[in-house]
């Protein structure tokens, strides 16, 4: 009887993993992508946008930045021509804050990009500008061209010098009342920074919790903090603003998404 019954289950495994390969096969599980076209590299970010933050040391300054095109899919023993063109909603002029030489470039055989040099004229831009140039793919012969990707802009943004990292002494004003705390501000790149407690002492000192780090950038003065993940409760997020004074504190809105948590925090920095 046991035999039997291992039997019968052997045979009914055997056509589950029958009926589930063909279910499988017919909803395309199976399918391996075989095509191919072309796309920005970084058109895959938010928006298929991306920043070019530019330090400007003189008036005749010229920086050389590179956009790759890829080519998705298996290589080809043939050059790949592609048309780049500049959408007419850019705000950036050619000749005043980039120069674009070629727009006609080439994916070469056996390859799966092209750089692009894209010449950013920082020497001409002001604080007060954000010109955008965005480009698009227009034409790559016979390959297709990439219904997502095929559109970049980048943000042309002129920086200042910042030095923003230390320890500060913090005032908070806010849901949690007046707060006085200390944090620390480390640089992780040029213009990125991380706060120790972006509540300024408030989830220590009123809820006796953790602190709750956040990542901001500085630019110019202007400080922006997006979508930073609530470390301590979770399930939130903290967006904020801030400004660098010309005295050298720095004061930053906060405030959470959910729990609606706010404060302005004054930081001055005693190291």
């Keep these: 009887m046991a035999t039997k019954l ?18 499988m096969d017919e909803s ?10 072309v796309e920005f590299d970084e058109a895959s970010r938010p928006n298929n946008t991306i920043q070019k933050i530019m330090t400007k040391v003189d008036d005749n300054q010229v920086d050389q930045e590179f956009v790759r095109v890829n080519l998705v899919g298996i290589q080809v023993d043939q ?27 080439v994916i070469p055989a056996n390859s799966s990009f092209v750089d692009v040099p894209l010449e950013i004229l920082t020497g001409n831009l002001a604080t007060d500008e954000m010109p955008d140039l965005t480009l698009t793919i227009l034409d ?17 943004r ?37 706060i120790s ?17 956040a990542v901001f950038t500085e630019l110019c003065g202007e400080i ?3 979508d930073q993940p609530d470390l301590v409760f979770g399930e939130d997020t903290f967006n904020g603003t801030g400004s660098v004074n010309e005295d050298g504190t720095i004061r930053i809105s906060w405030r959470t998404e959910e729990s609606e948590e706010s404060g302005v925090t004054t930081l001055t920095r005693v190291d």
């Design 224 to 226: 922006t903090i997006t």
């Design 140 to 156: 790559a012969g016979e390959t297709k061209i990439s219904t997502n990707y095929f559109q970049l802009t980048i943000e042309i």
């Design 197 to 213: 407690d972006i509540t300024g002492g408030v989830y220590s000192q009123v809820f006796g919790a953790e602190d709750n780090p």
């Design 79 to 105: 050059p790949v021509p592609v048309l780049l063109g500049v959408d007419p909603t850019s705000t950036a002029v050619e000749g005043v804050h980039y120069r674009l030489e070629d727009r006609e470039v």
């Design 6 to 23: 291992k039997t019968v289950g052997f045979f009914l495994f055997l056509g589950m993993a029958f009926w589930i390969s063909s279910c």
């Design 158 to 194: 002129l920086s200042c010098p910042s030095d923003l990292a230390g320890i500060y002494n913090t005032v908070t004003v806010g849901t949690g009342g007046t707060v006085n705390y200390e944090v620390t501000i480390t640089e992780l790149e040029p213009f990125t920074y991380r």
């Design 28 to 37: 395309g599980f199976n399918i391996v992508w075989e095509g191919m076209e």
